[in-house]
């Protein structure tokens, strides 16, 4: 375990439906982190959060609506999705915001197919 | 500006052989660079990180990596394969951002 907990690990939604994806850190760590990960793809980073502030979107569509209440929680909700948004959605947390020494933790994922 | 190339998408070995995977990166500065490693239906785990301090570093699980400036590669070898090292590696570079690269699938034969 790496103390990154993503829940749930599957989701399968309709392209209609609204669903949160949840991330949880009992790190002390004050950055965090979505990713996307398709196939034969390099991982995507879509938003980072520190100290519970958004400091970078990656132009994700605006069908995918960050939040992070506090710095132990993080959530992705989504909307009206996509068939091509179907990957596995990965959260990090760091210590800090990518400085030299950063060392991410990742949960185990989110696998998410939208039908 | 920074990237990463892992220049084989599959690599196959048998227990008890060596396990060589290669990546090169590029960096206008000196770089932060990392490998983590993914198991079927798992986060991603970090292995070993280069921070300009030895440049052979060495990670857990017997995996080890070495930063040549002057070939602009950081591989990752392993003296003896394991059935469990079955997995997905990536080789990573730290700029403003963690940059991945597209991973090598790691199989090995019994």
């Known amino acids: 375990e790496t103390g990154v907990t993503q829940t749930p690990r599957h989701l399968v939604m309709g392209m209609t439906n609204k669903k949160s994806l949840k991330c949880e850190q009992h790190?002390?760590?004050?950055?965090m982190y979505w990713y996307k990960q398709s196939a034969k793809k390099p991982l995507e980073l879509m938003f980072v959060y520190n100290f519970k502030e958004q400091t970078e979107n990656n132009s994700v569509p605006s069908r995918f609506s960050p939040e992070c209440p506090n710095s132990s929680h993080l959530f992705l909700h989504l909307h009206t999705l996509q068939p091509e948004d179907s990957a596995l959605y990965l959260c990090?947390?760091?210590?800090?915001?990518?400085?030299?020494?950063?060392?991410?933790?990742f949960g185990q994922g989110t696998r998410l197919t939208v039908v | 500006a920074q990237s990463v190339t892992q220049l084989d998408s599959h690599v196959s070995v048998s227990e008890g052989t060596p396990v060589l995977l290669r990546c090169n990166y590029s960096s206008s500065y000196s770089p932060s660079l990392f490998w983590y490693v993914q198991h079927p239906n798992k986060g991603l785990q970090l292995l070993l990180k280069?921070?300009?301090?030895?440049?052979l570093v060495k990670g857990i699980n017997g995996f080890e990596a070495e930063f040549k400036k002057s070939e602009t590669s950081f591989h990752l070898t392993k003296p003896s394969a394991h059935m469990s090292d079955a997995a997905e590696y990536f080789c990573?570079?730290?700029?403003?951002?963690?940059?991945f690269g597209t991973g090598t699938l790691l199989a090995v034969q019994p």
């Open positions: 990573v570079v730290r700029a403003d951002k963690l940059i």
């Open positions: 990090a947390s760091s210590q800090e915001v990518f400085t030299v020494n950063t060392e991410a933790f």
């Open positions: 280069y921070t300009s301090a030895a440049t």
């Open positions: 790190l002390g760590h004050n950055a």
